[in-house]
Structures are given as C-alpha cells and as structure tokens.
C-alpha cells in the first residue's frame, strides 16, 4: 500500500533540540537572507518527493519517554506538578513556557491528546490560550473509499496543516482502516466508537450494548486513538425537545443514541455507565471529546432547548471526569447565525468549567451547499476569537458527499485561514509574524518570498503564473491586475525614492508630485484641483 505526496516547495523541515525533543518547525527561507519559521504538522511527508510504503509505519518517537515514567494521563501529571516531555514538546511549538502548559493542562482548560498506545505522535496541545487548531475528518463509508486512500487523505490533509484527523468509517475494514491512519499519523487521531459498534451488531441501533460499546472502546484504545467522542449527553428526556425542531437530530452518533433510548425506555448507557468508560480511558490517557448529538442543525434550530440540556449534562460529566484524571473537550455546534455565536463559548466555559470548546463551524446561514467550507469558516472564525480551541473542518462536500483529496484540501486550507484570523485577534504573540513576513515580501515586489510564506504556496504560485509565467516576472514590480503604469506599491515607492532623492519628507514629496501631475492635466485643458496646500 503505497502513498506519493511532493515535498512543500520553497521550505524545508528544521528540528529545535533541546534535550532531544526534536520539535519540528517549517523554515521558509526568504530571497533577502532572512528565515521564517513555522508551526508545522506535516510529520515526515513533506521534505522531499517520494512514495512511502505505508506497512512501515513512523517512527515510535515516544516510546522512551512512555516507558521511563509510571503509568498516568497528562491531566494527574499536570494535578501533581509533573512537567512531561510532551508539555515540554507542546510549549516548544507554541512559544510557551512549559510550566503555563502545565498549569493550563492542570486546571482542565487545555489538553494533549496522546494516548500511550500511539507513540508516533508529535505532541500538540489544544486550549483557548494556544494557538487554534484544526480538525480534518476523514474515514470510508460503505459506500465508497478504501483503505488506501483513507491513508492518502490523512497524509495530504497534514501536509496542508491539520493538527489531528478524525477516522470516522462507518463501512467495511474500520479497524484496518484505522489501524493504517494510526501508524502513520504524527498528529492526534480521534474516532466516534459508536460506529464501530452499529456495524458489529448489524447496524441496528437498538441491538447495541454496553459491552459491545466498551469491548470497542477499549479495542481502539489498544490501537492508539487519542481522543474519542462519546454522546453520553444524549439523556432519554431530552429527545422529545428535537420534536418540533425543522432538522431534528443531525448528529449521528446523537441519533443511534437517541434510537437506543426510545426503543429501550431507558437511559443512555453511555451516561449510565460513564464512570467505568473514564476508568478505561485513564488507563490509556485517552482524551474525551464529549459528542453534541443534539447540536442544531439548521439556523432555525440555533441555541434551543435541546442544544443547551445536552451542554449543562456535559458539563456534569466534565466534572466526573476530571475527578478520574482524564481530559475533556467538548464539541459544539453546527449550524448558528451570528449574533448568536459568542452565547455558545460563553455558556460552554460556565457549564463545562472553561473544557477546550471544540466546534464544528458553525455554520452561519444554511443556503450555499458546495459551498459549505466557506459558510461555516465565517462562523468559525468568529467561534475562535470568542474561545473555541480547536475548529473541525467542513469541506465543499458537506451535505453533500464524501469529500476527495481536493475537497480535503480546501476544507483545511479554508480552516487554517478561520483559525490564524482569530490567533491575530486574540493577539498570540507569533501570529502577526509571517503575516507581517508576507506584507514585507509583497511591498518588496518578493514574488518567491510572498508564494512561499502562504499557506497554500502552490496555488499561489499557480494562479501568478497564469497570466505572467515567465521567469522574469517573478522579479517584476506589477502584476496582471494593474500592469507596470497603475501598481499602487510601486507608485509609493516612487515617491519615497524621490522624497530620498530631494531631502523631503514623504507628505512633501506627495504634495510635489500632485502638483506637477496637476500641471500637467491643466496643460492639457482639464480643470486642476490642487492640494489645499496649493491653493
């Protein structure tokens, strides 16, 4: 089972060592001697051209660091004041101290998805106060996809910036399909074990059982998932509120639970049996993503009644879980229009007790599928400046099909545009470097510098290169938008050369060049309007 992916052009991978932590970093080196380096998740994939075999799998970077400690999650670590290698590795990449990453992990408001079982990871750390990551869903249908390019997917969507993948398979081979993706992935991935469980009982929600659910859980456990979500907040007295909504339950692990509930009469064993599945994960530093599986579907569903049950219930068992030392997330809407976006971080962190908010978009109106990754990053990136820690991706398929390669591309892409927009909002202290790298190489007319500072530098070089492909043009002060006579930025940097040249001030030598250009035009017979200074 092969995958070719290219190499990232114009950058190169570089290590931080500190201690053998090897903390990897993309640096793009610029045309006028300077380097940036960059947040970087692409794991092995991306230095250069080639097709790997992915039987062989990564390295196990974290074994030692597993086997030389006793057995605990990085939330009891972080309770007893134990700064890990992977806080370490985290506050590395975030520019952060590691004792602000251990308290942060410690108080629940952060956590490092990492399960002991999955040593190939690349430790990363999700909370408000870090920089916002991005979740890229993939996994087969049974319909279509295969194992093959599940893997292919989760390679490419790395490369082009996730932070963690989602296996979310729901057809034949899951656990081969998830099996590959694992050995493969330096960043953290995340399933929704109940899928699993439906297929082994036929795909009759009312022929599941707690032992089936839990002799899946711990099966992925020993496999290496990171981070799982589970739907224990779906109560039985809680679907009746989804009767009259215009969606109903979208969710699907929300409406396997709901289907359980109603045909049992009784409560959720996910709820009922919530203590024991902490115990399971503690064992394994398995992170909870604790499910919305009434989360609105539709703007007309936006911050119901049902949405708001589940998320004080999730709340509760925030709390059950902390007490065990294990770490939460919780997930968050789906589809909510704007002025009603910043009620859901603000009631997630009060419920919940300030859990990394984990949302899905949201979407912020309902009217444009296939073009869904657009409508849901404008609710995402107002979600992220509001507090949201980590946003899963929605690509141009949503609602519509399984999303290929390209669709998982734009997804991503889209979404780490949403995410560093709301870094700069929240003022991280290195989110403003590459931009202000960028703007510098883009005044500079630093054609090469400005492709490869992007985040999609390929396309960017495409779409330069459509009109004006010769090499030369890479050096050229215009592009095909204003041609070489109407370039705003080249016009400014004439008049700064000669505000040089005369020993003027910038203001100066504006005023100067309007009013010869002014003569000029009266010569001409048109009516002069000169600068007040003028006149």
Same mark, same amino acid.
């Given at each position: 089972?092969?995958?070719?992916?290219?190499?990232?052009?114009?950058?190169?991978?570089? !290590?931080?060592?500190?201690?053998?932590? %090897?903390?990897?970093?993309?640096?793009?080196?610029?045309?006028? &001697?300077?380097?940036?380096?960059?947040?970087?998740?692409?794991?092995?994939?991306?230095?250069?051209?080639?097709?790997?075999?992915?039987?062989?799998?990564?390295?196990?970077?974290?074994?030692?660091?597993?086997?030389?400690?006793?057995?605990?999650?990085?939330? &009891?670590?972080?309770?007893?004041?134990?700064?890990?290698?992977?806080?370490? @590795?985290?506050?590395?990449?975030? &520019?952060?101290?590691?004792?602000? /990453?251990?308290?942060?992990?410690?108080?629940?408001?952060?956590?490092?998805?990492?399960? %002991?079982? $999955?040593?190939?990871?690349?430790?990363?750390?999700?909370?408000?106060?870090?920089?916002?990551?991005?979740?890229?869903?993939?996994?087969?249908?049974?319909?279509?996809?295969?194992?093959?390019?599940?893997?292919?997917?989760? /390679?490419?969507?790395?490369?082009?910036?996730?932070?963690?993948?989602?296996?979310?398979?729901?057809?034949? %081979?899951?656990?081969?399909?998830?099996?590959?993706?694992?050995?493969?992935?330096?960043?953290?991935?995340?399933?929704?074990?109940?899928?699993?469980?439906?297929?082994?009982?036929?795909?009759?929600?009312?022929?599941?059982?707690?032992?089936?659910?839990?002799?899946?859980?711990?099966?992925?456990?020993?496999?290496?998932?990171?981070?799982?979500?589970? $739907?224990?907040?779906?109560?039985?007295?809680?679907?009746?509120?989804?009767?009259?909504?215009?969606?109903?339950?979208?969710?699907?692990?929300?409406? +396997?639970?709901?289907?359980?509930?109603?045909?049992?009469?009784?409560?959720?064993?996910? !709820?009922?049996?919530?203590?024991?599945?902490?115990?399971?994960?503690?064992?394994?530093?398995?992170?909870?993503?604790?499910?919305?599986?009434?989360?609105?579907?539709?703007?007309?569903?936006?911050?119901?009644?049902?949405?708001?049950?589940?998320?004080?219930?999730?709340?509760?068992?925030?709390?059950?879980?902390?007490?065990?030392?294990?770490?939460?997330?919780?997930?968050?809407?789906?589809?909510?229009?704007?002025?009603?976006?910043?009620?859901?971080?603000?009631?997630?962190?009060?419920?919940?007790?300030?859990?990394? @908010?984990?949302?899905?978009?949201?979407?912020?109106?309902?009217?444009?599928?296939?073009?869904?990754?657009?409508?849901?990053?404008?609710?995402?990136?107002?979600?992220?400046?509001?507090?949201?820690?980590?946003?899963?991706?929605?690509?141009?398929?949503?609602?519509?099909?399984?999303?290929? %390669?390209?669709?998982?591309?734009?997804?991503?892409?889209?979404?780490?545009?949403?995410? $560093?927009?709301?870094?700069?909002?929240?003022? $991280?202290?290195?989110?403003?470097?590459?931009?202000?790298?960028?703007?510098?190489?883009?005044?500079?007319?630093?054609?090469?510098?400005?492709?490869?500072?992007?985040?999609?530098?390929?396309?960017?070089?495409?779409?330069?290169?459509?009109?004006?492909?010769?090499?030369?043009?890479?050096?050229?002060?215009?592009?095909?938008?204003?041609?070489?006579? @109407?370039?705003?930025?080249? +016009?400014?940097?004439?008049?700064?050369?000669?505000?040089?040249?005369?020993?003027?001030?910038?203001?100066?030598?504006?005023?100067?060049?309007?009013?010869?250009?002014?003569?000029?035009?009266?010569?001409?017979?048109?009516?002069?309007?000169?600068?007040?200074?003028?006149?």
């Amino acid at each position: 089972m092969d995958v070719t992916v290219g190499p990232i052009v114009g950058s190169h991978k570089e !290590y931080l060592d500190p201690d053998g932590l %090897r903390v990897p970093v993309r640096r793009v080196d610029l045309t006028n &001697g300077e380097h940036v380096d960059l947040y970087d998740t692409s794991g092995p994939y991306t230095d250069e051209s080639a097709t790997i075999n992915v039987h062989n799998g990564l390295s196990s970077r974290r074994s030692d660091w597993i086997a030389g400690r006793l057995a605990n999650t990085q939330l &009891g670590f972080a309770k007893a004041g134990v700064i890990t290698e992977e806080m370490r @590795f985290c506050a590395l990449r975030e &520019g952060a101290d590691p004792e602000f /990453v251990r308290a942060e992990v410690a108080a629940g408001r952060a956590v490092i998805p990492a399960n %002991r079982r $999955h040593p190939e990871t690349e430790p990363m750390v999700i909370g408000k106060k870090f920089l916002v990551k991005i979740n890229a869903n993939l996994g087969n249908s049974a319909v279509t996809s295969s194992v093959a390019e599940e893997v292919d997917k989760m /390679v490419w969507a790395i490369r082009w910036g996730a932070d963690t993948v989602m296996d979310l398979s729901t057809g034949k %081979r899951i656990h081969e399909t998830r099996e590959w993706i694992l050995r493969n992935s330096p960043v953290p991935i995340g399933t929704v074990p109940i899928y699993q469980a439906l297929e082994k009982v036929g795909g009759d929600p009312t022929k599941l059982s707690w032992d089936v659910y839990r002799d899946t859980v711990v099966e992925q456990c020993e496999q290496g998932v990171d981070y799982m979500t589970v $739907h224990a907040g779906v109560l039985l007295r809680y679907v009746p509120l989804t009767a009259r909504r215009v969606t109903g339950i979208v969710s699907r692990g929300g409406s +396997i639970m709901a289907a359980w509930c109603l045909a049992h009469h009784r409560e959720s064993f996910l !709820y009922t049996h919530f203590a024991e599945l902490c115990d399971i994960l503690r064992a394994y530093d398995v992170t909870f993503s604790l499910g919305d599986g009434l989360r609105p579907g539709s703007i007309a569903d936006a911050n119901d009644e049902a949405q708001f049950a589940e998320l004080r219930t999730l709340g509760e068992l925030t709390a059950i879980a902390r007490a065990r030392d294990v770490q939460v997330m919780i997930e968050g809407p789906g589809h909510v229009p704007m002025h009603k976006i910043a009620e859901n971080v603000r009631l997630e962190e009060e419920w919940c007790g300030e859990a990394p @908010f984990y949302t899905l978009g949201p979407l912020a109106t309902d009217i444009a599928p296939a073009y869904d990754h657009i409508t849901s990053a404008i609710g995402a990136a107002m979600i992220a400046r509001a507090g949201t820690a980590m946003l899963c991706y929605v690509t141009p398929k949503e609602h519509l099909g399984l999303p290929n %390669r390209d669709d998982v591309k734009t997804g991503v892409i889209t979404y780490k545009i949403a995410a $560093h927009a709301a870094d700069l909002a929240k003022g $991280h202290p290195r989110a403003q470097e590459r931009d202000d790298a960028l703007s510098r190489a883009r005044f500079e007319f630093r054609w090469i510098d400005q492709f490869n500072l992007a985040l999609d530098p390929d396309t960017a070089r495409e779409f330069h290169d459509e009109t004006l492909p010769a090499e030369p043009a890479k050096t050229a002060h215009f592009c095909s938008m204003c041609g070489p006579k @109407f370039c705003a930025m080249k +016009i400014t940097q004439d008049v700064r050369r000669y505000a040089e040249e005369h020993g003027l001030t910038t203001d100066e030598a504006l005023t100067a060049g309007m009013t010869e250009k002014s003569a000029e035009f009266a010569a001409a017979g048109n009516t002069v309007y000169l600068p007040l200074t003028d006149r």
